[in-house]
């Protein structure tokens, strides 16, 4: 069994020397130590959608949504873990139906009514590969899909055909990203994020497979038959499983080894 333990930037720093110095936007990513309610002179702004227990981006500031939110119908919305990921870091700023600024502990009380999909550890993990500078999207969410039709100003997942069909996975899927947000199990090992490392050229259009699939272990490690059922599952793509616990987030992954026949 392999383990690693990415508890700072310099667990990473060979995947990180290719990223571009200039690029302020990534930069604000690069540390291990965020802290809460950063400020910036150009925020991004969003309307929380509570239907869709999603932001939905209404003013774009800033290099950071090349590799951040999914894209439906030329629109893009954040889930939970990335909007409060970039408030804390002040680079976006969350309004709700009336126009009303959402302060941060709104937002944390969002995410922990349950509606999202999301729970603090799993946020976690995800502010944690974020700030190390990794491109982090949710596992079996699509970052985008053309050619869906709806009208002008539907935001509900609910009330009629064409906002049923807003954040549809695919043409032929009637899904949504709500619903397959709240169908991720929360068990003892439950599948979270598709993780690509920090590059420059990742296209939401075509992103490519990740360099590996994230599992969140919550309780006891998984077993052997969960390890090679995902072996299977996975195939060539890598996967890796993490465990938070007191807020330190640890990740490990298992290999197998042949043990020498003794006489």
Known sequence: MGSDDWGSCSDNEDYLQDRNEDDDE?????????SKLQFRKDSSKARWVDDLAMAEVVEKKGKMWVT?????????????EETLFLIEIGALHVLDGNDIHLS??????????????CY????EVYKHLRSLG????????PWSVKGQQIKSGTCSLEGSQESNEMLEMEPKDENSVIELFNNMQITD???????YLPNSKFRKSSPGDPSFVLYISRCSPPSRVEIEALERKHGAIPFKFCHVENGRVSFF?????DLPVLP
């Open 26 to 34: 990534e930069d604000c990513y690069s540390s291990g130590f965020l």
């Open 68 to 80: 951040m939110g999914i894209v439906r119908n030329g629109n893009t919305y954040c889930s939970i």
């Open 104 to 117: 941060l502990k709104e937002l944390y009380e969002k995410l922990s009514n349950g509606k999202s999909g």
């Open 120 to 123: 603090w550890e799993l946020f």
């Open 134 to 141: 990794y491109v982090v999207g949710r596992h079996g969410i």
């Open 189 to 195: 090992v439950s599948r979270a994020f598709n993780v």
């Open 253 to 257: 992954s298992f290999a197998k080894t």
